[in-house]
């Protein structure tokens, strides 16, 4: 049976941020403890119910390709063990499978996406002007479709309650100067590239994927926070993938499409959902992670 964590309650750690979905702590000015809940958001609302074990799948498919990308791009984990630094008294097995202790470092304040095919707001921003975050696609492409190579959509991290917004690379420039830009924008690739040719071997397309990158206090680059999950990334069966239309997928969109047939105006609080569809999330988390990582949580 999967644990079941709606929020972490660690009182002798001092709790700095509690995210969409993560607990993060301070352990010391070098390191956090990072607990990955099972709040599920959606539209950038924190739904009211948890999705059983789903914040030790995400972490476990993020330690996964955090540890197969490592000769690729450095990344936040220190591998230190979390039993540890947990306060005495708490439920060491409720915590082991869903926290990291993490490198602390500096947020860019980026959203740095890879897309490979055209859909969401890449497809949206297409279908208005034939661009996406500023780069010329060429014209005719289908919902869905392949792009004819991966492409660096960056994004603005959004203040709490706005929605992300797509912005070109000199405005990426602008905010985080030109060298570490290129740096995001070369990693941002080559981790996609690389993640999405050893998904594909497995049966799953991923359409889009986003990463957050830190640097640290000699200004080195990171990958940080979560990394090619059913949260952070479109995942497509790829014995289902069609161009045309929105194909059907191993990440949020189920709820997404779920959420989409209530009259619900997409602000807190969020609804409750049925058993079938907490059910049915939770399955599409564990086929992710078994498919890609070869992992099945007990
Ligand atoms: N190694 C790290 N150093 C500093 N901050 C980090 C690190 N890893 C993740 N974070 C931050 O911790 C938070 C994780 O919480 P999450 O629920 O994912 O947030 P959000 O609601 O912003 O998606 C994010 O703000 C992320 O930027
Ligand atoms: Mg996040």
Redesign the pocket.
């Known amino acids: 049976m999967p644990t079941i964590l709606h929020q972490s309650n660690l009182p002798e750690l001092t709790l700095l941020?509690r995210?969409?979905?993560?607990d993060?702590y301070a352990l010391s000015p070098e390191e956090?403890l990072?607990v990955a809940s099972d709040r599920l958001?959606a539209f950038d609302v924190v739904l009211p119910d948890p999705i059983p074990g789903k914040g030790e799948i995400l972490t476990q498919l993020s330690n996964f390709w955090f540890a197969k990308t490592a000769a690729l791009m450095p990344n936040?984990l220190t591998g230190k063990p979390v039993a540890p630094v947990l306060p005495a008294g708490v439920e060491a097995g409720l915590y082991a499978k869903r926290s990291v202790i993490?490198?602390?470092?500096?947020?860019l304040p980026v959203e740095a996406i890879a897309r490979g095919y055209l859909i969401g707001s890449g497809w949206k921003d297409y279908q208005a002007g034939g661009t996406v975050c500023g780069i010329r696609l060429p014209a005719g492409l289908r919902q869905a479709d392949r792009l004819p190579e991966p492409i660096f959509t960056p994004s603005t991290?959004a203040k709490l309650g706005d929605h992300d917004e797509n912005v070109s690379f000199d405005h990426i420039v602008a905010t985080i100067g030109a060298d570490l830009a290129e740096q995001v924008r070369a990693a941002t690739l080559n981790l996609y590239r690389y993640a999405a040719a050893y998904a594909a071997e497995r049966g799953i397309v991923i359409a889009d994927t986003k990463f957050?990158f830190?640097t640290d206090a000699e200004g080195r680059l990171?990958v940080?926070?979560?990394m090619l999950t059913p949260d952070s990334s479109r995942f497509w069966p790829a014995d289902q993938y069609q161009p045309g239309s929105s194909p059907p997928s191993y990440d949020k969109q189920y709820v997404r499409d779920y959420l989409e047939t209530l009259d619900w105006n997409k602000r807190a609080p969020g609804p409750i959902l049925p058993r079938a569809i907490i059910e049915g999330t939770a399955a599409r988390y564990a086929e992710a992670l078994q498919k890609l990582a070869g992992v099945v949580l007990d």
Do not use: C, N, Q, T
């Open positions: 941020h995210g969409k979905v993560r993060v956090l990072i958001s936040h993490a490198r602390r470092l500096k947020p991290k957050e830190g990171f940080m926070d979560e």
